[in-house]
């Protein structure tokens, strides 16, 4: 492993870091990347997580985020931290009202995820999915309008998180959810075609890795871009 490297770790699933994969990706920030499968569970919790722990990280868990002497966990915390150090337009603007609509929408993408995740592994019921997220999604694409990405022209780090939401939905619809609401599809095009992303979404390994933690989740499977 090249330490001159941030370090992402989490499971070997797409669930709460792909997202992240996909703003390192448009940003051209080289990493190391940990995988933990099945077998690195109990390495993960009596051996690295304590480990972590001792070495500063103060709320180790996965996914976590390693750059020199910073070690942060949580999914928006990495996105936030990564756009702020290599790019940080993608916080978007920087005077108080701007940044608390930003830190707003932080919770608002947040909720959209769980509401899409959360029923994955309480029932094998895909409407109990739709029924969950339709709660969410209609507003945040009210509050997008007619901009290309979540808050403008040009995406900040919100959409790398949103952008991997709704792909589990979209499986799981067998791309319904593109026909209930075409605006969504238009934005998923824009994203796609981002440079750098773009580029990573043709090869990337996500295509082929499974959305949520297995043998949990009751509703599971992989899809492509």
């Known amino acids: 492993?090249?330490?001159?490297?941030?370090?992402?770790?989490?499971?070997?699933?797409?669930?709460?870091?792909?997202?992240?994969?996909?703003?390192?990706?448009?940003?051209?920030?080289?990493?190391?990347?940990?995988?933990?499968?099945?077998?690195?569970?109990?390495?993960?919790?009596e051996e690295v997580k304590p480990k972590m722990?001792?070495?500063?990280?103060?709320?180790?868990?996965?996914?976590?985020?390693?750059?020199?002497?910073?070690?942060?966990?949580?999914t928006l915390a990495i996105h936030h931290y990564i756009a702020a150090k290599w790019k940080p337009e993608l916080l978007g603007g920087s005077d108080p009202a701007t940044q608390s609509k930003m830190k707003m929408l932080d919770?608002?993408?947040?909720?959209?995820?769980?509401k899409v995740t959360m029923p994955c592994y309480q029932s094998d019921d895909k409407?109990?999915?739709?029924?969950?997220?339709?709660?969410?999604?209609?507003?945040?694409?009210?509050?997008?309008?007619?901009h290309k990405f979540l808050t403008g022209d040009a995406?900040?780090?919100?959409?790398?998180?949103?952008?991997?939401?709704f792909q589990c939905a979209a499986m799981l619809?067998?791309?319904?959810?593109?026909?209930?609401?075409p605006k969504l599809k238009k934005y998923h095009?824009?994203?796609?075609?981002?440079?750098?992303?773009?580029e990573y979404l043709e090869t990337c390994e996500e295509k082929e890795m499974m959305f949520n933690g297995a043998p949990f989740a009751k509703l599971n499977g992989t899809a492509g871009f």
């Open 1 to 45: 492993m090249d330490n001159s490297k941030p370090t992402l770790g989490y499971w070997a699933i797409r669930g709460l870091v792909a997202n992240v994969k996909y703003q390192l990706a448009y940003q051209g920030v080289d990493y190391n990347l940990i995988q933990y499968g099945k077998e690195g569970v109990p390495q993960w919790h």
């Open 53 to 74: 722990k001792g070495d500063g990280m103060d709320f180790p868990n996965l996914p976590y985020f390693v750059d020199g002497d910073v070690k942060i966990s949580e």
């Open 107 to 114: 919770f608002i993408i947040y909720d959209f995820k769980m």
């Open 127 to 146: 409407s109990k999915v739709v029924e969950a997220y339709q709660q969410r999604l209609p507003n945040i694409l009210d509050f997008m309008g007619d």
């Open 155 to 165: 995406p900040t780090y919100h959409d790398f998180y949103f952008f991997e939401a």
């Open 173 to 181: 619809t067998e791309g319904k959810i593109y026909e209930e609401h």
């Open 189 to 198: 095009e824009n994203m796609k075609n981002l440079p750098g992303l773009k």
